[in-house]
């Protein structure tokens, strides 16, 4: 287990080292923070919005994907 999280923490320690690999992650943290809040939506909204955030989401990430491989 300390083996894993030594070479868990080196990746991130190597990623955040690296601008790119900062920035993807700071993309990252953005998207996970997004689809948390529509998903505490969705559930307020009980299914009623729901074929409208899954549109706003798939473009959330599509958007993502676009900037993080660039």
């Not at 999280?5 to 991130?12: E, M, P, T, W």
């Not at 009980?46 to 899954?54: A, L, T």
Request: proline share 0%.
């Amino acid at each position: 287990m300390q083996k894993l999280s030594i070479s868990l923490y080196l990746k991130v320690k190597d990623a955040l080292q690296n601008q790119k690999g900062a920035q993807s992650l700071e993309w990252l943290g953005i998207a996970a923070l997004l689809i948390m809040v529509v998903g505490i939506v969705s559930t307020f909204l009980g299914g009623s919005g729901k074929g409208r955030i899954e549109g706003v989401l798939e473009n959330i990430i599509s958007s993502i994907e676009d900037q993080v491989g660039k």
